[in-house]
């Protein structure tokens, strides 16, 4: 059904149109499989791999299976109310089976897949559909390429659990069929660690892709917003993560961009590159405080954000850093490096902060392109990560509208964000005024019946 959001222009001045979603995840697609530990493992890379090897042959039950990455930010967004849709990689097995079914019971809308797109001069790629028996992280023994954000990877890598060649530039079974998958290890004190083939490449992830396949691309321009993560540069090529975002900002759409933790690769080489062109094209930048003094060297929050405005021909409007419990700041665009808002959090009993960053980013995504004001929009955020933050895990955990309406009724305030950074410029909030308005928008939001 095709239906328009209610609500003001968005911030940018970018007329309102007429479209299919509000928000698109680009990429990041994976499936958490809970590992309970003793001890988490030691750092070592070596370590991990072979750790990586030995869970994908042999994993948990499905009782430990729960989506994850950009899945976190879809189930919040649609249960905020926002009509929400992925583009991205999804394998032919068990795993990429269990995430369609779950973002289809979340009322997530439906994927649209990033393959390579075959040439008349090469064969199409052959497809394993033997359930179980496929497994994501195969090629997790590849020796990694010096630079991770390069477009080509180290083609003599071999692995003898999975074949990596290509056909004719086309990706094989071994990364095309397989759902990425993301092994979290708990230890009894309930800290994490995460072992995935993220982090071992060979990068980009997805090899053979060179455009996205035409359903990707009119899900990307009949969207509202186009929302990525750091991740997306481990799985695509620079250029075609580039060029679907320029095709999607011709087409209307803000560019919502959060580094997210593999911000500390991206310092140098094709990986700063990539860093750059993403934030010159974002309307938004989300970040948490380790976050915005990697990309930006400045250890203070604010000048953080302001760091990211300045920036020359940005398209950037807001920038956003989140504090955790304190809350969180945001750089509005404007004369002067722009006004920072410090917007306090709420006093929660904290069980697990996993997701919350993904839960609140939806919320951003929901006032931003409605034309609420950056404070009630931080208000909504801080609302939604905290009550993501009540229950435990990610995926189906987090949030619901009803548990952030709960928590907005009982406006119950933190510490003022900020507090005690004595050099700030920046107007620290009073969010109760805002919290009406704020309530106001998720009721308008999630009130509307909307099918994707």
């Known amino acids: 059904m095709l239906i328009a959001l209610s609500g003001k ?40 791999r072979r750790m990586l090897d030995t869970l994908t042959q ?41 995430l369609e079914q779950v973002l289809q019971e979340e009322g997530v809308g439906r994927l649209r897949r990033i393959a390579p797109i075959p040439s008349s001069s090469s064969s199409s790629c052959s497809s394993d ?33 999975s074949s990596s060649s290509s056909n004719g530039g086309i990706a094989t079974t071994s990364t095309m069929d397989q759902t990425l998958l993301c092994f979290v290890l708990v230890d009894p004190d309930s800290g994490h660690s995460f072992c995935s083939r993220y982090d071992f490449g060979p990068w980009p992830l997805l090899q053979g892709i060179t455009a996205f396949e035409p359903e990707a691309t009119q899900l990307l321009r009949g969207s509202k917003a186009v929302f990525l993560n750091g991740f997306v540069f481990d799985e695509l090529p620079l250029n075609v993560v580039r060029g679907a975002c320029l095709d999607a900002i011709s087409h209307g759409s803000a560019v919502f961009f959060d580094p997210g933790p593999r911000c500390h690769t991206m310092l140098e080489g094709s990986r700063r590159e990539a860093l750059e062109v993403v934030l010159h094209l974002s309307e938004v930048v989300l970040m948490t405080q380790e976050e915005a003094h990697t990309v930006s060297g400045e250890e203070d929050p604010e000048a953080a954000a302001r760091w990211v405005l300045s920036r020359p021909d940005t398209k950037t409007r807001w920038a956003v850093v989140k504090l955790g419990a304190e809350g969180a700041i945001i750089c509005v665009q404007g004369q002067g490096g722009g006004v920072v808002h410090r917007v306090p959090g709420f006093e929660v009993e904290v069980t697990d902060t996993v997701g ?22 931080l208000t ?3 609302a939604v990560g905290a009550a993501t933050a009540t229950g435990r895990g990610a995926g189906r955990n987090v949030a619901t509208a009803a548990k952030v309406m709960s928590l907005l009724e009982g406006q119950d305030f933190g510490t003022a964000a900020g507090a005690g950074h004595n050099a700030s410029r920046a107007v620290v909030s009073d969010s109760r005024q805002d919290v009406p308005t704020a309530m106001q928008m998720l009721l308008a939001s999630v009130s509307q019946t909307v099918s994707v």
């Open 9 to 48: 222009k968005r911030q940018a001045g970018v007329a309102s149109k007429l479209t299919h979603v509000d928000v698109v995840a680009l990429g990041n697609l994976c499936v958490d499989i809970v590992v309970p530990m003793d001890v988490l493992p030691p750092k070592d890379v070596d370590y991990r």
């Open 58 to 98: 042999s994993p948990p039950s499905p009782a430990s299976w729960e989506v994850g990455a950009n899945c976190n930010f879809m189930i919040a967004a649609a249960r905020l109310g926002l009509r929400v849709a992925p583009a991205g990689h999804l394998g032919v097995d068990v795993y990429g089976a269990f």
């Open 129 to 161: 559909t033997g359930g179980s028996s496929s497994r994501c992280g195969g090629s997790s023994s590849h020796a990694a390429p010096s630079d991770p954000g390069s477009d080509s990877s180290d083609s003599s890598s071999s692995s003898s659990n």
């Open 356 to 377: 919350c960053g993904d839960s609140f980013a939806a919320a951003v995504v929901l006032g931003y392109i409605n034309g609420a004001s950056p404070v009630a929009t």
């Open 380 to 382: 909504l955020a801080n």
